[in-house]
């Protein structure tokens, strides 16, 4: 049991009164109650390991699937301490701290996870400074290893309120991303996509796990921070068995009633070829199907009949393939240059998407491709 010495009184912290008032309600109810309540806790903390090792191993890696995991992982842990804790509250007080410690990381990781993620979809300019933001928490928690729980009980009480505060700022930081993005949340069918669905639930589930602890003075210290765990889980159990509705046919079904003429398709198409080609409008790594219409002087929906219609293409790898041949010349050009400034003068956001889309349309890595150029360069004769 916990105490905090003040004035020559001892005083029992307050989530831990949360737990005494709940203890109390559980011991008047059958054994098999309390018995559950811990299995459906334990399952929470484990599958929230689980999803973090899928998504550390998921092909092709990117770094929004890793920051996911690593906010599984971290989540996981912070819910494993509480429950735990709350049926043992003797258990080592090492313990309490490592779930204290996890929560410094649960609010920076949401922003980094949303803001790569949107990254990925284009909607924002890669970040590369997201390592930053991790040394800051993991500088915390050094600090909390030096002054640790069991000697600095009081300043650790006050310091939660802080910690609370630290991970707020940062949901505030995430809600900004999320606003400012809105209008690319939903598909032609203004019907959200799937991921899409994931990505607001992440940033749901954080705020009502912040909620739920900030208030445990006034509530129950487990039952909050399990409703987030298994809302988060079955969020991304959603995102990992649900299949999008669209299929290859219905850009066809879509355009049926409003086919362009054979001409009008070529005036697009030589429209398109110049804002690709002449001004290469495919360096620019935000740009948008909405934003090559309005420069080509067309409607979206006669962009995207043109690409499937006529190229047989999505309107997202009709774009890369104009920035893989752009990689191509750099690559063979300028073997000075380090892969990440590659993908950066080629349009791309990131360079994990660089390497997935490089290999998917070249068939190889930009590595190898660089060696082979460099050998075919090698062997011309002088």
């Given at each position: ?59 092709p ?10 906010l ?55 970040g ?41 700022g ?101 429209a ?19 934003q ?9 929906a006669?962009v ?20 893989i041949?752009?990689?191509?010349q750099?690559l ?21 998407t ?29």
């Open positions: 049991m916990q105490f905090v010495h003040s004035g020559g009184r001892s005083q029992i912290s307050a989530p831990f009164v949360s737990i005494l008032r709940f203890d109390a309600y559980l011991h008047d109810r059958p054994m098999i109650a309390r018995q559950l309540l811990f299995l459906f806790s334990a399952l929470g903390a484990i599958n929230g390991i689980f999803l973090a090792v899928y998504f550390f191993s998921r092909r890696r990117c770094l929004a699937d890793c920051l996911l995991g690593a599984l992982l971290a989540v996981g842990v912070r819910t494993a301490k509480s429950a735990f804790l709350y049926f043992n509250p003797t258990i080592a007080i090492e313990f309490r701290q490592l779930g204290l410690s996890a929560c410094l990381l649960i609010g920076p990781l949401t922003y980094l996870y949303v803001r790569a993620f949107l990254a990925g979809r284009g909607q924002l300019p890669a590369q400074q997201w390592h930053w933001h991790l040394c800051v928490s993991f500088l915390l928690i050094g600090i909390g290893v030096a002054f640790p729980y069991s000697a600095y009980r009081s300043v650790w009480d006050l310091s939660s309120h802080a910690i609370h505060v630290f991970w707020l940062y949901l505030l930081a995430t809600a900004r991303l999320l606003w400012h993005s809105r209008h690319a949340w939903w598909n032609d069918g203004q019907r959200m996509a799937t991921s899409n669905v994931l990505l607001l639930s992440v940033f749901a589930g954080s705020g009502i796990m912040l909620a739920a602890y900030a208030s445990t003075p006034f509530t129950s210290y487990i039952v909050g921070a399990l409703s987030f765990t298994f809302s988060l889980h079955v969020a991304v159990m959603v995102f990992l068995l649900r299949k999008e509705t669209a299929t290859p046919a219905e850009p066809k079904e879509k355009y049926r009633n409003s086919r362009l003429a054979h001409d009008d398709a070529l005036a697009v198409l030589a398109l070829e110049q804002q690709m080609s002449g001004q290469q409008s495919y360096l620019n790594p935000n740009l948008t199907l909405a090559l219409a309005k420069r080509a002087g067309c409607t979206q006669q995207s009949q043109v690409l499937n219609d006529k190229l047989g293409k999505s309107f997202t790898s009709y774009v890369n393939e104009y920035r041949t752009e990689a191509k750099v063979s050009g300028e073997p000075q240059l380090n892969m990440d400034t590659v993908a950066e003068r080629c349009g791309f956001n990131s360079s994990s660089f390497y997935s889309t490089f290999k998917k349309v070249a068939g190889q890595t930009p590595a190898s491709y660089r060696a082979q150029s460099g050998q075919t360069a090698g062997a011309i004769p002088v």
